[in-house]
């Protein structure tokens, strides 16, 4: 195994202390939004094949294919690391965003390229081929918006807010019209050129949700103007806690950026609340924006981000438009039972239905203290993580896997090495050193020198 090292991205959302205090690095006041273990040709870390011996892990994996990634995955793949592993941590809302699918992140990347903009440019939508599907594993409170609502839900956080541009959305949503506005058809007529090739058989559900959409994401800052104190005044008057939540969030992002009407788009969609352990997987296409917290995030082997709103980076909506994915539907939480994973005496497995990635969150202690987490699970899927909780299911060993530590101390061992790994540092781990296991150090006269919890990024064979 060799150890490796995270590329820092210093994004103005970003925490100001967690990731620093996790890492050893110095508060020095200014933001740190992600910790990337990367094999992404842009951003790659790098690893150490041995002393005095540093070199960026894409360039390990094409030198050594079948040892570092494996035949299965340079067979499906090709010699690249497939996965794209970070730890990232919100301080305040970030973008509305939306990631490509294959053939669009293919026809964007070309376009880009024919049009003469830098890998690095700013201005780039699509810096490789790859679709782009995520998952986060909560590690602090970790709160998200992740796809559209239902329509009553929607309908009904617009129509709470005394505003125009609410009143505008609530009536592409084919809500009824309020104070006797009558807004004609052909007020969405922009929206309606917008629209993908698929619109043509989209139901007139995904369309209304579409201009609805539009009409938030496109507003110019005078269209924005009082929306902050009409999102306060409307948050007194909802109800449920879920609409509640829809309203903290879009106050906390209309605080952040005050001319920004995309934050509208909030009322729109799930709002999910993660205690640690908690997770959700977000399929291209959909739209979302984290809202504060700390998580493990893993992806495809992509930097593809489309932007709405919500950053003072590049938006383009156009592209983001195209690849917009309309339909209603809860948050999808790779956790549950029914998507793969097992609840053992120490780990939770995440296993989303993609083939490039999943995750391991899990916990070790040499004085068998229980883990709180396993706990919740039990209390959530009830019998069924009861059941397995006792079963020791093998990590997965015929991959690439990163491991790190995010607590205390750990004990990582391969087949062919072993290493103890403190917070904050990682190891790659090649296919070819077989079966993984990761256990607690040998106590100490510190009780808590035995104990420390862990990530473990790999592909799910």
């Known amino acids: 195994m060799f150890s490796?090292?995270?590329?820092?991205?210093?994004?103005?959302w970003g925490s100001k202390t967690r990731l620093q205090d996790l890492f050893s690095l110095p508060a020095n006041g200014e933001p740190l939004a992600e910790m990337w273990f990367s094999g992404h040709e842009e951003s790659p870390s790098e690893v150490a094949l041995g002393p005095g011996v540093h070199v960026p892990?894409?360039?390990?994996?094409?030198?050594?294919?079948?040892?570092?990634?494996?035949?299965t995955c340079s067979e499906r793949f090709g010699p690249v690391l497939p996965y794209l592993f970070k730890v990232i941590s919100a301080r305040i809302p970030l973008s509305m965003q939306v990631h490509p699918v294959g053939f669009q992140a293919r026809a964007g990347f070309n376009a880009e390229n024919v049009a003469g903009i830098p890998l690095n440019s700013p201005l780039r939508s699509f810096k490789d081929v790859?679709?782009?599907?995520?998952?986060?594993?909560?590690?602090?409170?970790?709160?998200?918006?992740?796809?559209?609502?239902?329509?009553?839900?929607?309908?009904?956080?617009?129509?709470?807010?005394?505003?125009?541009?609410?009143?505008?959305?609530?009536?592409a949503l084919g809500g009824h019209p309020r104070?006797?506005?009558?807004?004609?058809?052909?007020?969405?007529?922009?929206?309606?050129?917008?629209?993908?090739l698929a619109s043509v058989v989209w139901p007139t559900s995904y369309m209304r949700t579409f201009r609805a959409f539009h009409a938030a994401i496109t507003a110019d800052g005078d269209q924005a103007a009082g929306l902050l104190q009409a999102l306060v005044h409307a948050r007194g008057s909802v109800a449920s806690t879920k609409s509640r939540m829809a309203f903290d969030y879009a106050i906390a992002a209309a605080r952040a950026f005050p001319d920004d009407a995309s934050v509208l788009t909030l009322l729109m969609m799930n709002p999910i609340s993660l205690d640690e352990g908690g997770s959700?997987?977000?399929p291209a296409g959909t739209p979302h924006a984290y809202i504060q917290g700390t998580g493990a995030e893993i992806m495809t082997n992509s930097d593809n981000v489309l932007r709405a709103g919500m950053t003072v980076?590049?938006?383009?909506?156009?592209?983001?438009?195209?690849?917009?994915?309309?339909?209603?539907?809860?948050?999808?939480?790779?956790?549950?039972a029914r998507l793969g994973?097992?609840?053992?005496?120490?780990?939770?497995?995440?296993?989303?239905?993609?083939?490039?990635f999943m995750l391991a969150?899990?916990?070790?202690?040499?004085?068998?203290?229980?883990?709180?987490?396993?706990?919740?699970?039990?209390?959530?899927?009830?019998?069924?993580a009861d059941y397995v909780r006792a079963t020791r299911q093998p990590l997965p060993h015929r991959g690439p896997r990163v491991v790190l530590c995010t607590e205390g101390r750990v004990l990582c061992d391969s087949e062919r090495d072993s290493r103890v790994l403190a917070a904050g540092e990682a190891v790659f781990v090649p296919a070819g050193e077989g079966r993984l296991s990761v256990d607690a150090v040998q106590a100490t006269k510190k009780p808590e020198d035995s104990s420390g919890s862990f990530i473990v990024a790999s592909t799910p064979f």
């Not at 892990?57 to 035949?71: K, T």
């Not at 807010?161 to 505008?168: I, K, M, N, Q, S």
């Not at 994973?341 to 490039?356: A, G, N, Q, S």
């Open 4 to 12: 490796i090292s995270p590329v820092p991205k210093r994004y103005a």
């Open 57 to 71: 892990l894409p360039h390990a994996i094409r030198n050594a294919p079948g040892m570092m990634v494996g035949p």
């Open 130 to 171: 790859n679709e782009k599907s995520e998952m986060v594993v909560a590690l602090t409170s970790f709160q998200a918006s992740v796809g559209f609502a239902p329509r009553a839900f929607a309908l009904r956080n617009l129509h709470a807010v005394d505003h125009p541009l609410t009143r505008r959305m609530e009536h």
């Open 179 to 196: 104070h006797h506005e009558h807004l004609e058809a052909a007020d969405f007529s922009e929206a309606d050129s917008r629209m993908p």
């Open 280 to 282: 959700v997987f977000i």
């Open 313 to 336: 980076k590049h938006r383009d909506i156009d592209n983001l438009l195209q690849c917009l994915n309309c339909a209603s539907a809860g948050p999808i939480d790779p956790s549950d």
């Open 341 to 356: 994973t097992f609840v053992m005496r120490d780990i939770v497995l995440y296993r989303p239905p993609v083939d490039e």
């Open 361 to 384: 969150y899990g916990h070790v202690d040499g004085a068998r203290r229980p883990w709180p987490i396993l706990d919740r699970m039990v209390q959530r899927y009830g019998r069924l």
